[in-house]
């Protein structure tokens, strides 16, 4: 498809566990972003990747949070020892340099649940 | 600090009235600035932006918004509201002190648009 991608769309964990949340951008766009998402609430920024930058992970809320992004394309958040409250919508989107290079394009999400 | 403020958490209008969403900013230099919409269970969708030229800019849906500089206003409107309307709105600025290859956008906290039949 032409859009961005996110999977699993509904994941269940046990406290304690480690997950891995992955979203394949729109082809070609260099930024991208991953944001969470509480009920009904507004976005947290998590991290942002541009091209081949240091990503910017100012927004990561502690280091049981951490992401990577392979070969400029898809990209991979990782939660370790998931916590209740990191119960929550994770977003990604990217963006494009030549196509209105701030608009961002957002995935369906992933619907975290710490059980 | 740059910023971004939705005064408003929620916002309720009879199906058919006009409908504004506010937002006002606070940024250093010329504000790139964007709506968007999330509908109930569905991801963000793009609705407009401003960039420069006209001050009035026209989205999806019949949405417009006014950008207006002295007032640090870029409210979305929309003559006649849709029960199908209803959703989260949010408003966004890029800060232009991130520099021009930095494409982070800083993000309003939201509002919720009822829309009653």
Wanted: aromatic share 12%; hydrophobic share 30%; net charge neutral.
């Amino acid at each position: 498809g032409a859009g961005v991608s996110q999977s699993p769309s509904n994941k269940v964990t046990e406290k304690g566990k480690d997950v891995e949340l992955r979203c394949d951008p729109i082809s070609g766009h260099t930024a991208l972003y991953w944001y969470r998402q509480s009920l009904g609430q507004g976005l947290e920024f998590l991290i942002y990747f541009q091209g081949n930058s240091a990503p910017d992970k100012s927004g990561l809320p502690s280091d049981r949070f951490s992401a990577e992004r392979t070969g400029g394309s898809v990209s991979t958040l990782t939660i370790q020892r998931t916590q209740q409250e990191d119960s929550a919508v994770y977003l990604c989107a990217s963006s494009n340099r030549l196509a209105g290079r701030y608009e961002q394009y957002f995935g369906p999400g992933t619907r975290l649940t710490v059980t | 600090a740059q910023s971004v403020a939705q005064p408003e958490d929620q916002v309720n209008v009879a199906e058919g009235n006009p409908l504004t969403v506010k937002c006002t900013y606070s940024v250093s230099g010329n504000p790139y600035l964007f709506w968007y919409v999330q509908y109930p269970n569905r991801g963000l969708q793009f609705l407009l932006k401003y960039i420069t030229g006209d001050n009035l800019v026209k989205g999806s849906y019949g949405f417009e918004a006014e950008f207006n500089k002295s007032q640090t206003s870029f409210h979305l409107k929309k003559p006649s509201a849709l029960v199908s309307d209803s959703a989260l709105y949010f408003c966004a600025v890029r800060d232009p002190s991130l520099g021009d290859s930095n494409y982070q956008l800083i993000w309003g906290a939201g509002t919720k648009l009822i829309i009653k039949p």
